[in-house]
Nanobody, 121 residues
Framework: QVQLVESGGGLVQPGGSLRLSCAASGSIFSINTMSWYRQAPGKQRELVARVFSDGKTYSVDSVKGRFTISRDNAKNTVTLQMNSLKPEDTAVYYC???????????????WGQGTQVTVSS
């Protein structure tokens, strides 16, 4: 069984910062990508940022220069540092990991339960 547990959401004023963390645990053989998605009310879930096993990263244009994704391969954790937050960043943020549980397994996506981020004055 695999679990992804997020932490670090909350309420912050515009221009403020938050740090989201996600830890993957359980039967894990290897992790390919680790990602953060978000879903705002009435909108589809969207990819925010992704980090690959070699450390390369991708982020959506709307967060470039403000959000930084990083991972600790030894601890199976991924972090999203969010700076200069805007009201339009308000959403439920989900952690996702593309992993396989044992040698010979197929890579598949596992999701966390989500954490609320609200940017408001």
């Amino acid at each position: 069984q695999v679990q992804l547990v997020e932490s670090g959401g909350g309420l912050v004023q515009p221009g403020g910062s938050l740090r989201l963390s996600c830890a993957a645990s359980g039967s894990i053989f290897s992790i390919n990508t680790m990602s953060w998605y978000r879903q705002a009310p009435g909108k589809q879930r969207e990819l925010v940022a992704r980090v690959f096993s070699d450390g390369k990263t991708y982020s959506v244009d709307s967060v470039k220069g403000r959000f930084t994704i990083s991972r600790d391969n030894a601890k199976n954790t991924v972090t999203l540092q969010m700076n200069s937050l805007k009201p339009e960043d308000t959403a439920v943020y989900y952690c996702a990991a593309d992993l396989r549980r044992f040698i010979g397994d197929s890579y598949r996506a596992y999701w966390g339960q989500g954490t609320q981020v609200t940017v408001s004055s």
